[in-house]
């Protein structure tokens, strides 16, 4: 069983530019790993794999029985209830493997975000399906619920898509991988970490061929200076004008070298070394050479003058059905915190406390971790209502956060990743002095991720990020709190 794409071009309507163009791919079974930035079409890909989008040109065939697991969590799979009511012995066997109680899909609305992402990938393996796309489906979720899912998908007989930034999933499942890469899509065989390697090797290999055509182009540029001065020098030399009228021998040599040809080999030759030149130069630019941002996005940022901008005695909140107790804590105007914790245990019960202590003078940058359509809305409307100098700035932090400013200007088809960095960007310029962020690498791709893990580790203010990835915890935050077991510890 195969699945072929062929030639497919897609174009959202309204949308200045196409999602796709001209994208082939072979699809064997197992896993493929689809990588690549933000905003690059990777979901429109899987849609259009999947059927449930019809390309405006090239096609996806055979058709096959599909299953698609979208990014967002925030609404129940179509096929809940009937999963919910299937006790034959494989949906049993399924909801144990991942932990999901008989109960959960009945409240699903009331499940943390990674418990919702968890049913959503379940009721997608329960339909077994020939072709199964996954966008993002370690979102959310906690580390234990990772390894369930894991265990889960490597069971799948069919053709699995897998679109996402976890490295430890796709070198877990990924036996090729289909990269989008400045502008192309290269599908190469192998988990993630072998594919990167291949596109490192690829990229070096390409930097040392457009210097080697740098310097050949630079040499032949040279060369086609000294031929033309040579050519100019000659003519000079050949030309009767400044010869006395009466030197007949003089006249007569120029007239030979003119019968002869003499006078035209230096320009020929010239002419011949530019157009080497202009060769050469057209193979450097051809050479491309994918090119990243690396530097701050805080030149004018500061922390708040007052020393503590939040302290909370030791007390208990309504956290679910129970009760989470919270010890003695406070924010540093320049304190890194990193909140952790398993799925359900109450870390957004408590970024929404802190944030409802927080004195009204203290600006805060908030970003959650789903962004509902409303306010997805407003934030393209707020950019392009923007003067021109705002708009700017934004897009330009924008594009430091790996992103294509143009693409989010048009606003049409923003990914949540891509709405994510806007929001981040537009709160930047605001001058905030503390940042709150839930889970902010969700529907970031790698090299976003890496781009905001700097950023938020240069941060000169205070930060408090709520995360399952330790380590961009450890990178970029010097202050834990986890949480779990209906309490909270300072680490």
């Known amino acids: 069983m195969v699945l072929t794409l062929r030639n497919i071009a897609y174009t959202y309507p309204a949308s200045p530019e196409p999602a796709l163009r001209n994208v082939s791919a072979t699809f064997a079974v197992g896993w493929c790993g689809i990588v690549g930035d933000n905003g690059c079409g990777k979901s429109t890909l899987a849609r259009i794999a999947c059927g449930l989008l019809a390309p405006d040109a090239g096609e996806a065939f055979p058709h096959l029985a599909s299953a698609y697991c979208p990014q967002s969590a925030a609404e129940p799979p179509a096929l809940l209830e009937d999963f919910a009511c299937d006790f034959s012995r494989e949906a049993v066997l399924l909801r144990a493997s991942l932990g999901i109680e008989d109960d959960m899909p009945w409240r699903f609305n009331a499940l943390s975000f990674g418990e919702r992402k968890k049913i959503q990938v379940a009721v997608a393996l329960w339909q077994s399906p020939d072709v199964l796309v996954l966008d993002e489906p370690t979102n959310h979720v906690d580390a234990p619920c990772r390894v369930q899912l894991t265990h889960a998908l490597q069971k799948f007989p069919g053709i699995g898509l897998l679109i996402s930034h976890d490295r430890e999933l796709l070198n877990s499942l990924a036996s090729s991988c289909l990269m989008h890469e400045d502008g192309a899509w290269v599908q190469r065989p192998g988990a993630y970490d072998q594919a ?12 040392s061929r457009k210097a080697a055509a740098k310097r050949e182009a630079a040499r032949l540029a040279a060369e086609a200076d000294a031929r033309a001065h040579q050519a100019a020098r000659t003519a000079t030399r050949l030309s009767a004008r400044h010869l006395d009228k009466h030197d007949s021998d003089g006249r007569a040599k120029r007239r030979l070298a003119v019968f002869t040809g003499q006078d035209g080999k230096a320009g020929a030759l010239a ?151 806007l929001m981040v960007a537009e709160g930047v310029l605001d001058g905030p002095a503390l940042i709150v962020m839930d889970e902010p690498t969700n529907h970031l791709d790698l090299h976003s991720a890496e781009a905001l893990e700097r950023a938020l580790a240069a941060y000169p203010g205070a930060l408090v990020v709520v995360s399952h990835d330790r380590d961009f915890l450890a990178a970029c935050t010097g202050i834990r709190w986890d949480v779990g077991g209906g309490r909270v510890e300072v680490r």
Not at 353 to 367: F, G, K, N, Q, S
Not at 369 to 391: G, M
Request: with cysteine; hydrophobic share 40%; proline share 7%.
């Open 196 to 207: 990167r390697a291949q596109s490192e090797r690829e990229q070096a290999e390409a930097l």
């Open 271 to 421: 002419s011949a070394m530019e157009a080497r030149a202009a060769r050469a130069r057209q193979k450097e630019r051809q050479i491309r050479v994918a090119k990243r941002y690396d530097g701050s996005l805080w030149l004018d940022a500061k922390p708040h003058p007052r020393p503590t901008l939040l302290f909370m005695d030791a007390h208990a909140v309504p956290c679910g059905q129970g009760t989470l107790f919270l010890p003695t804590l406070a924010v540093g105007r320049t304190d890194h915190i990193g909140i952790a914790g398993p799925n359900g245990a109450g870390k957004s019960t408590l970024v929404r406390h802190l944030l409802e202590r927080l004195p009204d003078d203290i600006p805060a940058l908030v970003v959650p971790q789903e962004v509902p359509p409303k306010a997805a809305r407003e934030a393209i409307e707020r950019l392009r209502a923007a003067d021109e100098a705002r708009k700017g700035r934004i897009l330009s932090v924008v594009a430091q956060l790996n992103s294509d400013a143009e693409r989010i200007l048009s606003g049409e088809n923003v990914s949540p990743g891509e709405l994510r960095k």
